[in-house]
């Protein structure tokens, strides 16, 4: 076997090694469910094909798509200007949390403004909590690996003080939940089969806008400099610190509009738990699709099939529902590994076989 | 061992037989052979691209060779490692330097040798003192190699092989980094270590250097062993006559010209270093002029890079009243601005800065000459196309099209590239580092006829070089920078090497100090 | 403050900082050879809940170590086969080796949840545990406490004083001078990543085995990020380290401190004391972006291909 760098990277290995990662991950899967003395035909049929059986079924994949497109959209633009942010998770709890507040504020207050105000609350809260990390990273100099993160884990424990402090609903029996919110705060169905709601149409848009944005405007080609070439972006006299800005902001943006979509979608409250953990898959939604906000939109749809059949799994096969977060990392490890492909090239030789 | 390292009198030390090394696409070593005698000093000549590097390597253990023979002390040996290599008793001085900042030098000087080795040794910082006595290498085998100048740390990778009783020596381009003084300490060094039976193989293209210190001379072109020669028979001329062919249109020397009214001015720039082991900028003092051409000659790492940061504006740091394009004052002002004031850029590195490697053409055009192809932040990527097809043709840079990877051209035709890119903005001042470094023949010729005619249309360049010969051939006023101080100004035609030279090292530094 | 809440305190500090030292303390190593693996709370998960189980299954706590430190380290080979060999984005393989630990410890976890087991014993020091204050504090831990310390006495001795040490900085500053005079590289790399996951799988270890002791999902809480920020904090130093971890440590249980002091605050706004400690002291330290630079190791994060050395 010999390897050698190829001159110009391949264009049909770039699109070719996320379908290579998902096979490697499913064959990957299928040893594991035999070894747990489960059919691995027949879990992957719960896990792939059982999602999208029926409307209600596909109703309910694109509800968990919503947030992972958005978030993956985000994530896919502050990637392609090099920002490692892994504050999505933590940005969609903000979103969530001030969305509620503004949500709970407005109870008593019947009018279509009252819907804006909560998403432009969760939406502005996301940015915030985006906001933060990119001062410090760009006044201080710190991580942002590591600062998104941290913003993480206190995003997810002032929603929890949150929830048990003042946000819980006063007749809730002491239980740690908010109160309801009225009709006036909850995002309207687009369907009638399903729980569908306003914010799967705005992780469409969102994708569509982020595509227009990276490759018909300026501002996307300067992302694009910033990201695969940082002192060559600084030789041309981009401003690197608007460039960052915006697209933390986005990404914080949309992440919030993530969170705030799902209180005033399918949950219709604030509870402990808002998020099984979308943030986080966002970023292997981002690499699955490319980091091009169309290839988002499949990869989401991948990923919420996952999720969906995880949930099944757990009823129908007893598979614990953890199986889709060992899922997720196997395919981003497949992923990688792939990729050597697209700068190399592996060519089987007679030599090799002998020794 | 002891054994084969008596020669005899006619064993050669190191012989190269048929040598060939192919890479995909070219073909490095072409039945390349040579030999050296104990003691001698052999000069491998040739252009970039010649060959050079690949045959040292294969000798260094680096690179395996497709085919051919090596015969060390007469016996052939296959190299299989440096480590190997210096084993056998071969030692070599990169071009870039393969030493550790943040270690010692006597630390970076055990990193190099084998536990039996240092054994054998005992006081390595004692050993590292006689030596440096010895050869007056003047190395303190205490201090942090970061702490050393270019020079000095030559000299530390000298006595890397020293220390490991070398009985040959490879320097690769050893005197680019160097002010002509330390050269002539190099050559005192490469004398002492030939007449105690060192070989040296000692790559250059700077064809003076070798009529002056070599006994031989191997001429490689495109791989091959083209013709041999004894230095000190031939003129520098007709080496450089075997080097490039005799078809290689030579530069002539060129008009010179007077600029007009000052369009850069530096008024006392002073900077700290923003890296670590980086240099400031000690109060620089200069008026570029409209049609001229301001060389600024001097030793990598002496400021050149931090000078460029400073006027183009990506060191960052705002400069109060110190900096002046055209009468405005710039240094406020971010790089995007002072592009859009009329002041472009060609840097040093072509791939990573002056071109983003996995982008195409077109969007590298866009790089920099954005405005007449951005409408209220809409790209017309269309237009910006046909542009960048029109620019490939104006200067023919060789390419598969205006889709091309920056980083499918070869080295050449990225510069034309970028030179033109520069030059069709229509500057009032051109900033350019080292515009023909690791350029053929060929397309120096053609970026030196472009930065003239910018220069004649009233353009100020700004041109930054480490070949003195090209500062010479193009600047119509020179200076030097020694450790981010600026030398005086002066006409061309009223300096000399040895004037320019004495500054690179830093002389007119005492003299300013003493009258401030 | 009386003298007995002191002690307390004292004594959970350093039980607390002692997986983060176990962690950082392979992170530093693996970060000096010039990898950076964020993979690190992936890796304790895993350490964690092998070890735990495999006390579960053995009843023995030493195979619950060793099953720890062999899942790391195989946890890292695959990291390191993955930046090291193939040369994938070290940030996203660390991100990736984190969401799979993750998933997979939740997984193969899932039947050990709830389930307890005899943890380590405390190995009192004779004569120095009778020491009023400290003795009680310092003196009176289980033999991973007093591991992690010698461990940095040891391995400041091997960076600062051997050959090792002094080729492990030359890998991490230079790769490439590295393998021009004839070190191996890749070896040097695999090993230092190696080590790091082996650490890293003991300080999950020590969550399961000795700080709970038991399972349960998550059970780091964020502990692998903290000990990736604690290497920054301490400059890439391991006398730092040590100093930085114990103090961490003392972060995390300022909620039990405040509480003994009788103050009413919120348990889930005290939780977010150790993430914003980090935070901040990212902040004082980055701030001094000259120095940063001088100290880390000057090839961090960036892949190295021997091929592409012709």
């Known amino acids: 076997m010999e390897i050698q760098k190829r001159k110009e990277p391949s264009t049909l290995m770039t699109f070719l090694s996320p379908v290579m990662a998902i096979v490697l991950t499913l064959i990957f899967g299928s040893i594991l469910f035999l070894a747990l003395d489960k059919s691995p035909l027949q879990a992957l049929h719960v896990l792939l094909i059982q999602p999208l059986s029926d409307a209600y079924n596909i109703s309910e994949m694109l509800v968990k798509m919503g947030p992972l497109l958005l978030c993956a959209v985000g994530l896919s633009l502050c990637y392609r200007a090099n920002l490692w942010n892994i504050g999505a998770e933590g940005q969609l709890l903000a979103g969530a949390l001030g969305g509620s507040a503004m949500a709970l504020a407005l109870i008593e207050f019947d009018s279509p403004l009252a819907l804006v105000a909560t998403l432009v609350a969760g939406i502005l809260s996301g940015m915030v909590w985006a906001a933060i990390p990119t001062f410090l990273r760009l006044r201080f100099n710190s991580n942002l690996i590591l600062t998104t993160i941290m913003f993480n884990y206190i995003a997810l424990y002032l929603l929890v003080w949150a929830v048990h402090g003042p946000l819980r609903d006063p007749d809730g029996f002491g239980f740690p939940e908010s109160a309801l919110f009225s009709d006036a705060t909850t995002l309207p169905v687009l369907a009638d089969f399903g729980r569908v709601h306003l914010g799967v149409l705005f992780a ?11 490759s018909k405007t300026h501002l996307g080609f300067q992302i694009r400099v910033l990201g695969a070439d940082e002192p060559a972006a600084r030789y041309a006299g981009f401003n690197s610190r608007r460039i960052s800005w915006f697209v933390m902001l986005v990404a914080g943006g949309l992440a919030g509009l993530a969170g705030v979509a799902e209180v005033a979608g399918p949950i219709g409250q604030l509870t402990p738990v808002v998020s099984p953990g979308y943030g986080y898959s966002a970023i292997i939604v981002a690499y699955l699709g490319r980091l091009h906000p169309m290839g988002a939109i499949i990869a989401a749809i991948f990923l919420a099939v996952l999720y969906m059949g995880g949930d099944l799994a757990q009823i129908e096969m007893g598979i614990p529902i953890a199986v889709v977060g060992m899922f997720q990392g196997t395919l981003l490890f497949f992923l990688l590994a792939c990729d050597f492909l697209i700068n190399h090239r592996i060519t089987f030789t007679k030599s090799s076989f002998k020794g | 061992m002891s054994a084969t390292n008596t020669t005899t009198d006619n064993t050669p030390r190191l012989a190269l037989a048929n040598i060939t090394k192919q890479y995909p696409g070219c073909l490095a070593n072409d039945h390349i052979s040579l030999s050296l005698e ?48 210096r084993d056998l008793g071969i030692g070599m001085v990169f071009q870039h330097f393969s030493l550790f900042e943040t270690l010692t030098v006597k630390q970076n000087i055990e990193l190099c040798l084998t536990p039996a080795q240092l054994h054998e040794i005992g006081d390595l910082a004692k050993r590292i003192r006689e030596l440096s006595d010895h050869y007056q290498l003047n190395v303190d085998p205490e201090r942090y190699v970061h702490s050393l100048s270019i020079g000095e740390r030559q000299r530390v990778e000298i006595m890397r092989c020293l220390v490991q009783s070398v009985s040959l020596l490879i320097l690769d381009e050893p005197t680019s980094v160097l002010t002509p003084q330390e050269v002539e300490g190099l050559f005192r060094i ?28 191997t001429i490689l072109r495109g791989g091959k062993v083209i013709d041999t020669c004894v230095p000190s028979e031939e003129t520098p001329n007709s080496i450089a006559k075997m080097m490039v062919g005799d078809l290689a249109e030579q530069d002539a020397g060129y ?100 071109a983003v490697p996995e982008m195409s053409l077109t969007e590298n055009m866009l790089l920099t000459n954005h405005k007449p192809f951005v409408k209220h932040g809409w790209v017309n990527w269309q237009q910006a196309k046909s542009y960048t097809q029109g620019l490939i043709e104006r200067f023919r840079v060789k390419c598969h099209g205006d889709h091309s990877e920056a980083r499918s051209l070869s080295g050449g035709n990225l510069q034309k590239f970028i030179v033109g890119r520069e030059i069709e903005q229509e500057p009032k001042v051109l900033m350019c580092s080292h515009p023909t470094w690791g350029v053929d023949v060929g397309a120096a010729l053609a970026i030196h006829q472009a930065l003239l005619e910018l220069r004649d249309q009233g353009a100020a ?17 020179m200076g030097a920078l020694c450790d981010g101080h600026l030398s005086p100004i002066v006409a061309t035609e009223s300096t000399s090497i040895e004037q320019i030279g004495e500054w690179m090292a830093g002389t007119f530094i005492d003299i300013e100090a003493a009258n401030p | 403050m009386d003298i007995e809440l002191l002690t307390q305190i004292l004594f959970a500090a350093i039980k607390t900082g002692t997986p983060l030292l176990l962690v950082a303390l392979g992170e530093v190593i693996c970060e000096k050879s010039g990898i950076l693996n964020l993979g690190q709370e992936g890796m304790m998960l895993m350490g964690a809940v092998v070890g735990f189980m495999a006390v579960v299954a053995t009843g023995s706590l030493g195979m619950g170590i060793l099953g720890a430190v062999l899942i790391g ?25 984190t969401i799979f630990g993750t998933g997979l410890s939740a997984f193969i976890g899932s039947g050990v949840v709830g389930q307890t087991i005899q943890g380590f014993k405390q190995l009192p020091i004779p004569y120095l545990v009778d020491i009023p204050v400290i003795g009680p504090a310092l003196f009176n831990h289980d033999i991973l406490v007093y591991s992690a310390v010698l461990a940095c006495f040891i391995l400041a001795w091997i960076v600062n004083k051997t050959r090792i ?31 790091g996951g082996a650490m890293a799988g003991l300080g999950g270890a020590y969550m399961s085995l000795v700080y709970t002791p038991m399972w349960v999902e998550n059970i780091t809480a964020g502990r692998g990020w903290i000990a990736l920020a604690l290497v920054v904090f301490a400059s890439w130093r391991i006398g730092n380290i040590a100093l930085g971890a114990y103090l961490f440590g003392m972060a995390s249980i300022l909620h039990l401190v405040l509480q003994g002091l009788g103050w009413s605050i919120s348990p889930n706004l005290l939780a977010m004391l150790p993430y914003v400690a980090t935070v901040v002291v990212m902040v004082i330290i980055s701030a001094d972006h000259f120095k940063e630079k001088l100290l880390a190791p000057r090839s961090l994060g960036k892949p190295f291909d021997p091929r592409q050395m012709a």
Not at chain 2, 56 to 83: C, L, Q
Not at chain 2, 273 to 302: C, D, H, M, R
Not at chain 3, 167 to 188: F, Q, S, Y
């Open chain 1, 204 to 214: 469409f848009l969102a994708a569509i806008g982020a595509w227009i944005v990276l």
């Open chain 2, 38 to 85: 104990p003691g001698e000093i052999h000069a491998l000549l040739g252009e970039n691209g010649a060959g050079k590097s690949t045959l040292v390597k294969t000798i260094y253990g680096i690179v395996a060779p497709d085919k051919g023979t090596i015969f060390w002390n007469g016996r052939p040996v296959e190299i299989r490692s440096p480590a190997h290599a």
């Open chain 2, 190 to 217: 490469m004398r002492t270590l030939s007449a105690e039976g060192c070989s040296i193989l000692f790559i250059s293209h700077k064809l003076n250097e070798v009529t002056e210190v070599c006994h031989h001379a």
């Open chain 2, 255 to 354: 008009r010179k010209a007077q600029g007009t009214k000052p369009v850069l001015v530096s008024k006392g720039l002073s900077l700290s270093a923003k890296q670590p082991f980086g240099t400031s900028l000690k109060n620089i003092n200069f008026e570029l002029k409209a049609g001229e051409i301001l060389g600024i000659a001097g030793v990598a790492g002496n400021g050149q890079d931090e000078l460029m940061a400073a006027i183009s504006g990506e060191d960052g740091r705002p400069l109060a009243n110190v900096l002046f394009l055209d009468g405005t004052e710039i240094g406020r002002a971010n790089a995007g601005k002072r592009r859009r004031l009329g002041l472009t850029y060609v840097p040093e590195e072509r791939l990573g800065r002056g």
């Open chain 2, 461 to 477: 360049i700004l041109l930054i070089s480490e070949d003195i010969d090209e500062l010479f051939l193009l600047a119509d006023r």
């Open chain 3, 73 to 97: 380290s195989l946890m890292s080979l695959l990291f390191g086969f993955l930046v090291i060999h193939i040369g994938a984005n070290q940030v996203a393989t660390g991100l990736a080796l």
């Open chain 3, 165 to 195: 040490g002094l080729t492990l900085k030359a890998v991490g500053e230079n790769p490439h001078a590295a393998n021009a005079i004839g070190i191996k590289v890749l070896r040097v790399r695999y090993l230092a990543v190696m080590f």
